[in-house]
């Protein structure tokens, strides 16, 4: 499993990420899959989204499926209702896992 997304520290806000590693690095490095940070409810929610889908498909083109990691910040609540809409939006881009 390979990390895609970052880009933040945290001295700033975390879920500014983008897709750090291209489909070519994962092939070459003979990842098994991909990983992505989506931050449901997050400041960047629309772009951790949006990186989500660029790996899905980029994965789908070579048969290497791509995790979605859900990132709870500090002022969401971590119960069933934010995890079933996570798991949810995230399934519905195309998650693999």
């Known amino acids: 499993m390979l990390r895609s997304s970052g880009g933040q ?9 983008l897709v750090a590693v291209d489909i070519d690095d994962a092939l070459r490095l003979n ?9 449901i409810g997050g400041v960047h929610e629309h772009q951790s989204i949006g990186n989500l889908c660029k790996v899905v498909d980029a994965g789908n083109r070579y048969g290497v499926p791509t995790m979605a990691v859900t990132g709870v910040g500090k002022e969401l609540a971590r119960d069933a209702k934010y995890l079933g809409l996570a798991t949810r939006i995230c399934a519905e881009m195309g998650a693999h896992l």
Do not use: F, P
Not at 9 to 17: G, Q, V, W, Y
Not at 31 to 39: E, F, I, R
């Open 9 to 17: 520290s945290i001295l700033k806000e975390l879920s500014n990420e």
């Open 31 to 39: 990842a098994s899959a991909m990983a992505v940070q989506v931050y």
